[in-house]
């Protein structure tokens, strides 16, 4: 076998003709995984000549190259620009193509350089592209003196290049050659009092500028014009607190700041001569709400409302806020009713973009576990079982359970229970044969079991594994697990997650990390409000 680099030297030619060679034909593809078969080879040895031949004919430059390649051949000043249409009018092929750009023969330049002609030909493209250049340039020079770029050209007008820009989609004014606008066209906007009354008028500011507009303080007096209710913002943006916050900043239209000057019995001259750190004027007219209370205002609004619990959140590291809550009687209120409550509330609304509104994990998880906390609802089921075999005589069983009810916390049941195979080696969580020497078999606490937690909901302290522990050692009884069999009687099962870890500790402890976890998640995050016409959610402790 003969790989490329080694028929490269047999051949007497450079390892990268090889490879060309096939590209073009003229070297057969390999025979074998790794390269030619000998006799494949050897048939290549008559042929050098001919692949030599068929590379040079077929060895192509850019327009660049080419062109570099005619200067110095030529001594003329030849540019790429000026290979296409040589080879439009000459010999010159085109023999491959590169990512979309033609590659020319270097055999055909070579030959165009040492004719006479074909110089002839490339000194009137040369003179043609340089006497065009020369022209576009005068173009161009004398267009910069009569026209400005967007930003001078704005300024020129004492508009935003935005405002520019979107005056010329409206089709009053046209960029020219560069994005530049004709210092007579500028002028003829300028004089167009309406239209540039418009532009000013429509222009967005930040408060700060709105209050500096109105010659008041920022916030001092700014904060009770917008909480009067006499403005409200047109738009808003992002901006960027810290590495993670991002908060929406209000935009006011400059026609709606400068209206405010016309608001009657408002003191304007009274604010504007108030000295710095004096109170502001306007605070008779309105009573600023900050953010937080304004939510939590809404939050007890909804409340009282729908005659539910609701929680209001604050995320300290985002700065974020987030409302859930419990539902009525209906299920509701719904989140698209809450989300539309919200865009009514006047103080409220300004904060929505900060405000998630429902369908949180620790909402749904609240409600979920004060359903689970509800008097005479759940029982909280956790087992302790003989370990892993260690032989094909043992099993794993049931050796302590624990059923406490969910709601008052009161313990119903808390046994060991004596397995059918002794314990012997196996590690149990400190539990030995010994310790289970009085204690019941299966079938007697089964009753027991059964009797606690009928009717009930069950929550396991391991999913799935407290259920099929049951079911097991019920079967090795003989016995019938009645309802305990019912996948609807257990409200976690196989594949859900735990409430809290309860691995290794003792049944009615776990039980108790349980009930300490539902009664931690009852409560939600952040401030609770209550309808006033409504009592609490009595959860005995």
């Not at 908060?247 to 019995?265: K, M, Q, S, Y």
């Not at 397995?419 to 080696?425: D, Q, R, T």
């Not at 799935?464 to 099962?493: F, N, V, Y």
């Amino acid at each position: 076998m003969v790989n490329g680099t080694q028929l490269a030297a047999e051949l007497g030619i450079e390892p990268w003709m090889v490879t060309r060679a096939q590209e073009l034909g003229l070297i057969p593809p390999r025979d074998k995984s790794k390269g030619w078969s000998r006799e494949a080879a050897d048939a290549l040895a008559p042929r050098v000549e001919e692949i030599r031949e068929g590379i040079a004919d077929r060895e192509g430059y850019g327009a660049r190259r080419t062109a570099e390649l005619l200067a110095e051949l030529t001594g003329l000043a030849v540019e790429s620009a000026d290979v296409p249409p040589l080879a439009e009018k000459t010999r010159l092929r085109v023999v491959d193509q590169y990512k979309g750009w033609d590659l020319y023969s270097v055999r055909d330049a070579r030959a165009l350089a040492a004719s006479d002609d074909a110089k002839a030909l490339m000194t009137e493209l040369i003179a043609a592209r340089q006497e065009a250049k020369a022209r576009s340039e005068a173009e161009w020079t004398a267009w910069v003196e009569v026209s400005l770029p967007p930003d001078e050209a704005a300024g020129r007008l004492g508009w935003k290049v935005a405002e520019l820009k979107q005056v010329a989609q409206e089709g009053r004014i046209s960029a020219g050659r560069g994005g530049r606008f004709a210092v007579e066209d500028l002028d003829v906007l300028a004089a167009d009092e309406e239209l540039c009354e418009k532009v000013t008028g429509d222009r967005l500011i930040r408060a700060d500028e709105a209050a500096g507009l109105l010659e008041i303080r920022y916030p001092t007096d700014w904060q009770h014009v917008v909480a009067a209710g006499w403005i409200t913002p047109a738009s808003h943006v992002e901006a960027r607190v810290g590495k993670r916050r991002w908060i929406d900043v209000p935009l006011f239209r400059t026609r709606d700041v400068e209206g405010l000057r016309d608001l009657p019995g408002v003191p304007w001259e009274e604010v504007r001569a108030v000295r710095p750190g004096e109170p502001s004027p306007l605070r008779e007219y309105s009573r600023v709400t900050t953010r937080a209370e304004a939510i939590h205002a809404f939050a007890a609004a909804v409340a009282d409302r729908h005659q539910v619990e609701v929680w209001a959140f604050h995320d300290d590291r985002t700065g974020a806020w987030a409302l859930d809550w419990a539902r009525n009687d209906q299920d509701g209120p719904t989140r698209e009713q809450v989300a539309a409550e919200l865009r009514a509330d006047q103080q409220a609304a300004r904060y929505r973009a900060d405000i998630t509104v429902g369908g949180t994990r620790w909402g749904q998880r609240a409600r979920h576990a004060r359903e689970i906390l509800a008097a005479d609802t759940a029982v909280l089921l956790c087992t302790r079982s003989s370990g892993q075999p260690t032989s094909d005589t043992e099993t794993t069983e049931i050796i302590e359970i624990a059923v406490v009810d969910a709601s008052t916390g009161k313990v119903l049941l808390d046994r060991r229970v004596k397995p059918s195979v002794p314990l012997g080696e196996r590690y149990a969580g400190g539990i030995s044969d010994e310790d289970l020497a009085d204690a019941s078999p299966w079938e007697r606490v089964l009753v027991r079991v059964r009797d606690v937690t009928r009717g009930r909901l069950i929550v396991p302290g391991r999913p799935g594994e407290d259920q099929k522990l049951i079911a097991a050692d019920t079967a090795r009884a003989g016995k019938r697990p009645m309802h305990l069999a019912a996948d609807e009687s257990w409200a976690l099962r196989e594949g859900d997650d735990p409430v809290t870890p309860v691995r290794g500790l003792p049944a009615v402890k776990g039980c108790e990390y349980v009930r300490e976890e539902l009664l931690r998640r009852s409560r939600a995050r952040g401030r609770a409000h209550l309808p006033e016409a409504a009592p609490h959610q009595e959860v005995t402790r």
